[in-house]
């Protein structure tokens, strides 16, 4: 009788598999999308994976699966197997031209064929991810790329972090599918893969399969299959009832009765039947196998057992043949991870030491035959599973050094808390590491602090101190203050600036040192109080002075940032201040201290904008985000440099460009406290065009972020104004009012005038008794700088009673000219409707007249409806004459500012991509701008468009 092993038919996924190639074609064509493939064990996801897989046809098909290692995943196996599999089918030197950044340095970290990995930092890691992404998204520029991830109920939290991410960025990737399995039997309800997949199923493009049992008529025609024959009905009712519709188990249940004997009555007995009907010797063979896990290397396997090759091979053959191992690439898998499962737990304690002893001191003999950082975390997982405490310390001591390499900080903090666990086991435990206890505590929780894990590093920080004696060992202790103190500022919690002094009160003055520097430097950062300006000041001056004596630039260059950035706060005295900048460029370069880069990037530009110096300030970010993208991080990075870009670029009229900035950032799914400022600024556009319903959706937005924690007034005191604005243009004034006094009454203005004066400008326009307290508040704040000269004498014109229209014209025409100088121009139209009731109101038709016309002009320009309402309502009311704005003058074509931009990137040749880089927005926003680029030109194509361009000498080249 002929049995198969499997069955050549493929049964009961035609609908799984509809879903799957209809998924790759939507990613044909540019739609990147995630499938979550779940199912009980024995269900039939590799099946379906291999069933799709094959027919992808050109796609290019990446596999990774995730390995088991005792009760936790290896860091990142599925991508270093996916790496592997590149660099053996394109070649090392290729895989390295398509990685961003121009260095693969990041992806050293998983594959030792790519150099030595860069610096640690808390950046690289997302430097790795984004090197990943940046790889993917390059091979999918000449075909779609599949990349299967298998087994995720294994993944430790490294990989889940990774494919985390690369699912949340990959939307603007395009042409990339992302396929994860995982069992559906094993999700407990702590299992940590639980949240992940609840989190990912709320992304849009997202979806979410369940593979369910094989119904009777399905399990008839896969046993058909199976048996070559139509199985009898009892034949069907037997295996169906048995099986309850598991296509594993249909296939050991057909074969097990095939073979004659009496069907097994466990589960368990049923998996290893088919390995008890193989030869003693590869029996025994598969029983040492179990012992490695999922999969197992060929070398290493042929070190366990002592075999020589022939020897080995013997003892292979009938597994392969059997069905139970399968080849893979340089080593075996057992064909069912349940398979593996059932041998490794029928060992006996005894075998189960002997076995895990064998494989520990086989890597002990040469670590080699696994790749790193493989070889040393699994080296320590038997030693662990083998019982022998000294060297199960030991060996988790260096796992923990090469989870460090591979930016896997979960796995090295389960290692280091190992360490910990075994300690007092070991009398010689500090010989074997070369560190004290209170030095091991110390490093799990700068680990911890790096793992997101901030109460836990929190509280090893406290116990490491407890074991430091202060007046002993000070440097140790304020090693572990500083670090404490920085947790607890993450934490948002009391007592980090106390830490801060504490260290820097136990850190000897002389000689000067790279701790006493870093010490001074984090206070000064930490020193926000307007009140203490001047002790952050002497701070940040003092630290740049130990880092110059101590030869440590990333020292001087952080603490210059915090002493540049707090001069220039006197917006009026930034040139003389704003060479600081300069400076702590420079020393960051030499560094190569990438943080204090990406800071200056973000202070200056900062700077900048609270000075009015809004073109300057868009040029610093734009320059910033272009670093982050050179260094491979420009979704991460890159993404809190697009606040500080959006601004400007809202300042300067330029509200379309600045909402694509917007919205390509918040797709790339930032930190909440970034979403706040991002959707802020969007919230001020859709204000300012009378799309109220937008605006009530982006506050909502932004209040279920700022309820949930503890935000600065440059964060709460915007978010308060918009509501009351919001208030106020839907009618509902005396609300408007309450939310206004509320603002006013509760927050001490003087401590953020840059904040507050936008704050009384828009709360001046809700009249009633609001009007006498801001012009109370605008008497006693400070106004530093052009941007907050002009809004002062914003305010002061809304406030001036109508009592004297003179003084009233007066004060509005000085208005708009701040206004005008600053280049900004909502504000100016804003306060040109303003000058103009004012000049109305002295009689002035001419003056009234001129500032009309400059109001409805930017209005329009700007798309601000609502302004546009007021001025023209004026205008009727007055009967001033505007201007035919229908007359010829506008843009060519029909072609708006932002398409004219794209356009001129088309006539140089440039792709969407390229053009995407360029303007830091998405590349489907440039496939949208060029697709009605086309439309207007009348034109089929992007060679026609430049054409018609040159032809017209659009852009006089």
């Not at 034949?235 to 519709?245: A, F, K, L, P």
């Not at 097990?256 to 088919?274: Q, T, V």
């Not at 399968?326 to 490794?344: K, M, P, Q, S, T």
């Not at 290692?415 to 300690?423: A, I, K, T, Y």
Request: overall charge negative; charged content about 25%; some cysteine.
């Amino acid at each position: 009788m002929t049995i198969h092993q499997v069955s050549p038919l493929f049964v009961g996924r035609a609908g799984e598999l509809d879903l799957l190639l209809g998924v790759l074609g939507e990613t044909r064509g540019g739609a990147a999308a995630t499938v979550l493939v779940g199912g009980e064990a024995g269900v039939g996801k590799t099946r379906l994976m291999g069933e799709f897989t094959d027919r992808a046809g050109d796609a290019l098909v990446l596999v990774g699966g995730c390995l088991e290692l005792g009760t936790e995943g290896l860091p990142f196996a599925p991508f270093t197997a996916v790496l592997r599999s590149l660099v053996r089918t394109l070649g090392r030197d290729r895989v390295a031209e398509l990685v961003p950044g121009g260095t693969t340095r990041g992806l050293a970290r998983l594959l030792p064929e790519f150099g030595e990995p860069d610096r640690d930092g808390a950046e690289a890691r997302a430097r790795l991810f984004e090197q990943l992404l940046g790889l993917l998204e390059r091979l999918a520029e000449d075909r779609p790329v599949i990349l299967v991830v298998e087994d995720a109920h294994w993944a430790d939290r490294s990989t889940r972090d990774l494919l985390s991410f690369l699912v949340r960025y990959q939307r603007g990737t395009g042409r990339l599918m992302i396929v994860v399995t995982y069992r559906s039997d094993e999700l407990h309800r702590a299992h940590p893969l639980r949240p992940l997949l609840a989190e990912l199923s709320r992304v849009a493009w997202v979806t979410r399969v369940e593979l369910s049992r094989l119904s009777r008529r399905e399990v008839a025609a896969q046993a058909a299959g199976i048996l070559a024959r139509e199985p009898s009905p009892a034949d069907i009712e037997r295996v169906y009832s048995r099986s309850e519709g598991n296509p594993l188990f249909v296939e050991a249940l057909l074969s097990e009765d095939g073979s004659g004997g009496l069907l097994p009555e466990s589960l368990r007995d049923l998996l290893l039947a088919s390995v008890e009907r193989l030869p003693d010797e590869t029996q025994e063979l598969l029983r040492m196998a179990s012992a490695g896990g999922q999969r197992i290397e060929h070398d290493l396997l042929a070190a366990v057992t002592g075999f020589d090759e022939a020897a080995l091979a013997a003892r292979l053959r009938p597994a392969v043949a059997g069905n139970v191992l399968a080849v893979d690439g340089e080593g075996y898998a057992f064909r069912h991870a349940l398979i593996r499962e059932a041998l490794h737990d029928d060992l006996l304690p005894g075998e189960h030491t002997r076995l895990h002893t064998r494989f520990a001191e086989a890597l002990e003999r040469d670590l080699s035959v696994l790749p790193a950082p493989r070889g040393a975390i699994e080296l320590a997982h038997h030693w662990h599973a083998a019982r022998d405490t000294t060297w199960a310390l030991t060996s988790a001591w260096h796992a923990a050094a090469a989870a460090r390499r591979s930016t896997a900080y979960d796995e090295q903090l389960r290692m280091l808390s190992r360490v910990l666990e075994l300690w007092d086991h070991v009398p010689d435990a500090a010989e074997r590491t070369g560190r004290g206890h209170a030095d091991v505590l110390r490093q799990t929780a700068v680990v911890a602090h790096l793992a997101g894990e901030y109460d836990r590093a929190a509280a090893l920080a406290s116990a490491a101190l407890g074991e430091i004696d202060r007046a002993a060992d000070p440097v140790a202790a304020a090693r572990v203050l500083r670090l404490r103190g920085l947790i607890r500022y993450d934490l948002s919690r009391p007592g980090h600036i106390d830490d801060l002094y504490e260290a820097a009160a136990l850190v000897p003055a002389e000689p000067p040192s790279r701790l006493r520097g870093q010490v001074l430097e984090s206070l000064a950062r930490m020193l926000h109080r307007p009140d203490r300006r001047a002790e952050r000041i002497a701070t940040a001056e003092q630290a740049i002075e130990i880092g110059r004596r101590a030869g440590d630039d990333t020292v001087q260059a952080q603490a210059l940032i915090s002493l540049t950035w707090t001069r220039c706060l006197r917006f009026a005295e930034i040139d003389e201040h704003r060479g600081g900048y300069a400076e702590a460029r420079r020393l960051a370069v030499r560094a190569d201290a990438y943080n204090a880069l990406m800071r200056v990037a973000i202070s200056e530009s900062d700077s900048l904008e609270g000075a009015g110096r809004h073109e300057e300030a868009a040029q610093v970010a734009r320059d910033g985000i272009a670093l982050a993208e050179r260094y491979g991080l420009a979704r991460t990075s890159g993404t809190f440099l697009s606040i500080n870009l959006a601004e400007p670029l809202m300042s300067l009229g330029r509200w379309d460009e600045a909402l694509e900035v917007i919205e390509h950032a918040l797709e790339l799914v930032p930190p909440p406290p970034h979403q706040t400022g991002l959707r802020g600024f969007a919230t001020d556009i859709a204000l300012a065009r009378g799309r109220l319903d937008q605006a009530a959706e982006l506050l909502a937005a932004i209040e279920r972020i700022v309820a949930r924690g503890s935000f600065r007034e440059q964060t709460v005191l915007p978010h308060g104004r918009r509501e009351a604005e919001l208030l106020l243009a839907r009618g509902r004034v005396d609300e408007a009012r309450e939310a206004g006094l509320r603002l006013l009454r509760s927050h001490d203005l003087g401590a953020e005038p840059r904040y507050s004066w936008g704050l009384l400008a828009s709360l001046a326009e809700l009249g009633g008794p609001v009007v006498a307290e801001v012009r109370a508040l605008a008497e006693r704040l400070p106004a530093d700088g052009d941007l907050q000269q002009a809004q002062r004498l914003t305010v002061t014109a809304m406030t001036v009673t109508e009592d004297d229209p003179e003084a009233r014209l007066k004060a509005w025409d000085a208005a708009v000219a701040a206004w005008e100088a600053l280049r900004n121009p909502y504000a100016r139209a804003r306060v040109c409707e303003g000058a103009a009731h004012a000049a109305l109101a002295c009689g002035d038709r001419e003056h009234a007249a001129a500032r009309l016309a400059t109001a409805d002009e930017l209005a329009r320009r700007l798309g601000a409806r609502p302004l546009l309402a007021r001025v023209d309502a004026l205008a009727r009311r007055a009967g001033i004459a505007l201007a035919d704005q229908s007359a010829p003058g506008g843009p060519p074509l029909g072609l708006t500012a932002r398409e004219l931009e794209v356009l001129r990137h088309v006539a140089r040749g440039r792709s969407n991509r390229e053009i995407a880089a360029e303007l830091f927005i998405a590349v489907k926003t440039v496939s949208v701008h060029v697709s009605n680029i086309l439309a207007k030109l009348g034109v089929a194509s992007r060679g026609e468009a430049a054409a018609k361009a040159h032809a017209l000498r659009l852009f006089g080249e």
